[in-house]
């Protein structure tokens, strides 16, 4: 079965640095996508970035950008520039692409509470 | 604005009282999901529905039951029977299939608190 595992259940960053929180995964899919969302304090789910599993080049968003290690099954997410509106909790998630007709969910990991220092 | 709704924001609930959270949709998505969310954990899939008139039980389908009768909306009832119902409950809904990467969009959730 498929898992995803955050290592880190709290990471704090002064503000205008960077940091990179963490997430392995566990698959025999060869093909699936592996995403980053944002949880602030007002609790709406905010995807943040995205990546698909046959591509090679890492995705970025701005500030955000994803080292994704295929091998290693390994995803993390790099913040620069930390901005105050930052803090949030992050949760990272996977899935495989099935057909039409199936269902399919994303598996989740229990997240990291980022904390930016003024 | 597209976008998913979620109400009531905040909900007490006496033990024993049935309890139903409203889900509204108008992106015109097809998937519909609903996932509670409890202090320190990820989400956890409840129940979710592909198609109107359709929905399948998730990982924790019990206590809990849906109805799927219009496209925009996926209203989830809390029963009695669920045993810890105090929770966020947080519903979803994406593009089905290969039309989309799966990427879920979120309402602003629920707070039940059962007194």
């Known amino acids: 079965a498929q898992t995803v595992t955050q290592s880190q259940p709290e990471m704090s960053v002064q503000e205008a640095e960077t940091v990179t929180l963490s997430c392995t995964y566990d698959?025999?899919?060869?093909?699936?996508?592996l995403f980053w969302y944002k949880q602030p304090p007002s609790r709406q789910m905010i995807l943040v970035i995205r990546?698909?599993?046959?591509k090679q080049q890492n995705a970025t968003e701005n500030r955000f950008s994803v080292n994704f290690q295929k091998a290693a099954k390994s995803f993390s997410l790099k913040i620069s520039d930390s901005q105050l509106g930052d803090a949030a909790m992050y949760f990272c998630?996977?899935?495989?692409?099935?057909?039409?007709?199936?269902?399919?969910?994303?598996?989740w990991g229990a997240g990291t509470k980022l904390i930016i220092k003024p | 604005d597209g976008g998913i709704t979620q109400s009531p924001k905040y909900l007490f609930r006496k033990e024993g009282q049935n309890v139903t959270l409203s889900c509204e949709q108008n992106?015109?998505?097809?998937?519909m999901y609903w996932y509670r969310q409890d202090p320190g954990q990820g989400l956890r899939l409840i129940y979710y529905?592909?198609?109107?008139?359709?929905?399948q039980k998730g990982d924790i389908a019990e206590g809990y039951s849906v109805s799927r009768e219009k496209k925009e909306s996926f209203p989830l009832t809390v029963t009695s029977a669920q045993k810890n119902p105090t929770a966020f409950y947080l519903c979803?809904?994406?593009?089905?299939?290969?039309?989309?990467?799966?990427?879920?969009?979120f309402g602003e959730g629920s707070r039940l608190t059962v007194l």
């Open positions: 979803a809904s994406s593009i089905r299939g290969q039309g989309g990467t799966g990427e879920l969009f």
């Open positions: 992106l015109n998505h097809d998937a």
């Open positions: 529905s592909q198609i109107v008139n359709d929905f």
């Open positions: 698959t025999s899919e060869s093909d699936y996508y």
């Open positions: 990546q698909e599993a046959y």
């Open positions: 998630a996977y899935r495989t692409p099935l057909p039409m007709d199936s269902n399919y969910q994303l598996i």
